[in-house]
């Protein structure tokens, strides 16, 4: 289970209404075959986001995607899927750190010195890759 308070809302996304009844399972192969329409690979895990404490906690399922060599050094994206009388809606968020991103933020000059290139390099790739998912992210809303 992911606790709500660790997402993280991304900019320039929306809540997107898809059609009543959408499931995760429709939802995961609609990600896996945009992914491999775009030529990346990605990791789709069902997981569950929690909110709220012991008496008004709220249970939303969740789709969470991440690159399936980096699952532990990139971000990671959480689609949650809600549903009231007559809509079902996904939002995105992130999760995690980008622990490349960490070290060239908080490494500075003497970091990019030591390191040069490979960084760059590893940053682009990573860019790349999220760049990617935000256009599968924009081509739900068509």
């Known amino acids: 289970m992911i606790e709500y308070k660790m997402l993280t809302d991304i900019e320039d996304t929306s809540r997107i209404i898809l ?11 609609a990600l896996y075959d945009a992914a491999q ?12 986001i929690t909110s709220g404490g012991m008496i008004r906690k709220k249970v939303y399922p969740c789709l969470v995607i991440s ?30 750190v980008s622990r490349l991103e960490s070290k ?4 500075g ?3 990019r010195f030591l390191h040069g290139n490979q960084y760059e390099i590893e ?6 890759f999220y760049n990617t998912l935000k256009k599968i992210w924009e081509s739900f809303h068509d």
């Open 109 to 111: 000059k003497l970091s």
């Open 104 to 107: 060239i933020q908080y490494g």
């Open 123 to 128: 940053y682009k790739a990573e860019s790349a």
């Open 19 to 29: 059609q009543n009844g959408t499931t995760l399972d429709a939802l995961k192969k």
């Open 37 to 48: 329409e775009k030529g990346i690979y990605i990791d789709v895990e069902e997981n569950q």
């Open 67 to 96: 690159h399936p060599e980096h699952k532990s050094d990139y971000y990671q994206y959480c689609i949650m899927l809600t549903t009231d009388s007559t809509r079902t809606y996904i939002e995105l968020f992130r999760k995690g």
